[in-house]
């Protein structure tokens, strides 16, 4: 069975930095696109950041410039480095593999930035 596990989460204030990691299992990871989702309570799930198994990369235009999303296939993790974090950068992080009609998710890790 898939497992895609993340971790990194937590509380940070306003202008800090985080740094997110999704570690695949089962899964023959070079050759899947990764991504980051997140959804904020009373909002729908949204998509922050694509690594595709080319290392092309895309991003949501609300957080271009301060979001990395990178891969190791070596280790078989994605990461999502997060800078100048906003308040409204809080919500639950999920971690995606797609490949075709194949897509699993992880449990989701929680962000919080607040003062």
């Known amino acids: 069975q898939v497992q895609l596990v993340e971790s990194g989460g937590g509380l940070v204030q306003p202008g800090g930095s985080l740094t997110l990691s999704c570690a695949a299992s089962?899964?023959?990871?070079?050759?899947?696109?990764m991504a980051w989702y997140r959804q904020a309570p009373g909002k729908q799930r949204e998509l922050v950041a694509t690594?595709?198994?080319?290392?092309?990369?895309n991003y949501a235009d609300s957080v271009k410039g301060r979001f990395t999303i990178s891969r190791d296939n070596a280790k078989n993790t994605v990461y999502l480095q997060m800078n100048s974090l906003k308040p409204e950068d809080t919500a639950v992080y999920y971690c995606?593999?797609?490949?075709?009609?194949?897509?699993?998710w992880g449990q989701g890790t929680q962000v919080t930035v607040s003062s």
């Open positions: 089962r899964i023959s990871f070079d050759i899947y696109t």
């Open positions: 995606n593999a797609n490949l075709l009609n194949l897509n699993y």
């Open positions: 690594i595709t198994s080319a290392l092309i990369t």
